[in-house]
């Protein structure tokens, strides 16, 4: 077993932090959901068969062999689970697609809304990838699959349950250092090499870096690359990314919430090959009889590339404008004002909510009051977020005490 061995991150240590953002460049580019973005535990035995014997590494070495793998061609088996503290949200993407009257065109084969399912319960995944311009995802049930087929500009989806398929083309093939062996929208994670990626973006002063022994994924050994937060008040314990001891890959990813229990984010391959995958897996021709929606070429764009980055999508909320920055790194709270000072929708104010919808808000939220006013807190195990009475919310990977904290401050 490799000794523990750590790399504390701080503001000096530049070759590590150059290291990690190229890391984070190569790695395949999954799902914290709820108030900030759509993005995971397995059965211990299939991640953990064995502690293998391997050479001691560094964190920062083993961060610069995730960067400096060159594996473009794999094709696997992932076990994905997720559990957030919210009800399932199939149902609820359905509901919100059905009031926005068919966004992506009323196809229920859309990958915008149909990726949002891996934001809750347990799910298995078929995945293949060949360089940066042809991916495969396919999300297997007792009776049904789904998948998402890119290869070039072309991108196909296909349920075979409602026997329909959704048809872009983009005008571009995917940027490789943001798509690399990635056919859904960027804040919906699919594999743990996309889950790395965030976490690594996410690594900065306020974070610890270790390895912490070994561990065997899919038949192959790998290293464990532990990384926690350094302040209170995160609802992120640990998260653990066993990478390929040969390669470099992301093999397993598991966040761990600060307060205990269950693992919120787990996705893990089951099994794994990094031959190339025949061309076949690339082509997609709907049978015969399929409804096919077609986007226009705007809409295609937006659909393939317009999602959050980072672990849970804040900094591109973040981005937008309009919004402000409280405290930094995983303590970091994203206060937004909401347009016209509104509060939060509900049926009794806007008729349009689905009741769906309302009642899943419903299901999560804490009334709380302070300096700040009144308003609620609604919770998942990881992302927060708490929207005052006036139209004012505070949203991070923080606990509902940081938030009112935060509030009040604002409020002063």
Do not use: C
């Amino acid at each position: 077993m490799a000794p523990n061995d750590s790399a504390e991150t701080t503001g000096s240590t530049t070759s590590t932090t150059a290291a990690r953002r190229k890391a984070a460049r190569y790695v395949v580019p999954v799902a914290v959901a709820g108030v900030a973005a759509a993005t995971i535990g397995l059965v211990p035995a299939l991640a953990d068969s064995g502690d293998p014997e391997l050479p001691k590494i560094s964190a920062q070495q083993l961060i610069e062999k995730i960067a400096a793998s060159d594996t473009q061609q794999l094709s696997g088996t992932v076990r994905v689970s997720t559990d957030l503290g919210i009800p399932s949200l199939g149902g609820l993407a359905e509901s919100f697609a059905q009031s926005a009257g068919g966004e992506q065109g009323g196809s229920s084969a859309a990958p915008k809304d149909r990726l949002t399912e891996l934001a809750s319960g347990t799910h298995t995944l078929r995945v293949a990838a060949d360089g940066p311009d042809k991916q495969r995802l396919s999300i297997l049930d007792s009776a049904a699959e789904y998948s998402v087929i890119r290869n070039g500009d072309q991108l196909w989806a296909y349920d075979s349950k409602s026997d329909e398929a959704y048809h872009a083309t983009t005008d571009k093939a995917p940027d490789a250092g943001k798509h690399e062996g990635h056919t859904a929208p960027e804040g919906v994670p699919t594999t743990p090499k996309a889950l790395a990626e965030q976490a690594l973006k996410a690594a900065d002063s306020t974070t610890s870096v270790t390895v912490d022994g070994t561990a065997q994924v899919a038949g192959r050994d790998a290293y464990k690359l532990v990384i926690k937060p350094k302040q209170d008040g995160s609802t992120i314990g640990a998260i653990t990314v066993a990478v390929d001891a040969k390669n470099g890959v992301p093999l397993k990813f598991t966040l761990s919430p600060s307060s205990g229990g269950k693992a919120v984010i787990d996705a893990g391959f089951t099994s794994v090959d990094f031959a190339r995958p025949a061309a076949s897996s690339f082509t997609f021709t709907p049978p015969k009889g399929t409804k096919v929606t077609e986007a226009d070429e705007a809409k295609a764009e937006k659909d393939v590339e317009k999602g959050p980055e980072g672990l849970t999508g804040l900094d591109k909320i973040a981005g937008g404008g309009g919004a402000k920055v409280i405290g930094e790194g995983w303590g970091a709270i994203y206060a937004i004002e909401a347009p016209a000072g509104e509060g939060l929708p509900s049926s009794e104010k806007n008729g349009d909510v689905p009741p769906a919808a309302q009642q899943f808000l419903d299901s999560f939220g804490d009334k709380v009051t302070g300096k700040f006013g009144s308003g609620t807190v609604f919770k998942t195990r990881l992302v927060n977020a708490l929207m005052t009475d006036d139209g004012k919310v505070y949203v991070g990977a923080v606990t509902k005490d940081a938030l009112v904290k935060a509030a009040d401050n604002a409020a002063n």
